[in-house]
């Protein structure tokens, strides 16, 4: 069973444009949502990180939305750049120390110039 | 400061070969755990461990063997290699506080097996 669901597989965005990815959770002791960027040839890196007693978390361009009710959150990319082509993973895991991350499968993103 | 160190970066086996995928994290992180990453199937945890002496598996532990016998290092131990653990396999470390912490992964050990 699929625990953190994300979409789309790939993206095509134009420089300039929003880029937006989603992901989908069932567990509800979930507590610590978290975005890793990784670029070829490296390993993931965290790249923006919310708690769901907030709806939303701006990071300079990358900004989390967060909907508890429906269990989903999404990463918005403002005014996405070809430095931000990258695989995007989303993550989940209970805010307990220790725990493990539980990741999505990854969204590939090219940004056109 | 290195951060994590995985090595080798490449490797090729031969069925039923084995090996040792090494990580070492200067951080003195508590918290150290490997995944694999498969095209299309993210970042899946294969073994982790709070703290030297203390291992647990994670979703895909088959096939794989741990032990942490310092803070510093993690070595993850292929007993008999598969085609199917043909895979780029990263290892992270966290510190262990209240609340997640963000992962620090190394950049990784391209691994194919024949």
């Known amino acids: 069973q699929q625990q953190v669901k994300q979409s789309p597989q790939s993206l095509i965005v134009q420089k300039g444009g929003i880029s937006i990815i989603n992901c989908a959770y069932e567990?509800?002791?979930?507590?610590?949502f978290p975005w890793y960027q990784q670029f070829p040839g490296k390993g993931p890196a965290l790249l923006i990180a919310i708690r769901p007693d907030v709806s939303e978390k701006k990071e300079g361009r990358f900004t989390i939305s967060f909907n508890k009710s429906a269990k989903q959150f999404s990463l918005h990319i403002m005014d996405s750049q070809p430095g931000d082509s990258a695989t995007y993973f989303c993550a989940a895991s209970p805010n307990q120390a220790g725990t493990a991350l539980i990741f999505g499968k990854g969204t590939t993103l090219s940004v056109s110039s | 400061n290195a951060g994590v160190t995985q090595t080798p970066k490449f490797q090729v086996l031969k069925t039923g070969q084995s090996m040792t995928l090494q990580c070492a994290q200067d951080?003195?992180?508590?918290?150290m755990s490997w995944y694999r990453q498969d095209p299309g199937m993210g970042l899946r945890l294969i073994h982790y461990s709070v703290g030297a002496g203390i291992t647990d598996q994670g979703e895909v532990p088959n096939g794989y063997n741990v032990s942490r016998s310092t803070t510093e290092d993690f070595p993850l131990r292929l007993l008999s290699a598969a085609p199917s653990q043909t895979s780029v396999y990263f290892c992270?470390?966290?510190?262990?506080?209240?609340?997640?912490?963000?992962?620090?992964f190394g950049d990784g050990t391209r691994l194919s097996i024949l």
């Open positions: 567990n509800t002791a979930f507590d610590y």
């Open positions: 992270a470390s966290s510190r262990m506080v209240s609340g997640n912490q963000p992962q620090h």
């Open positions: 951080m003195n992180h508590e918290y």
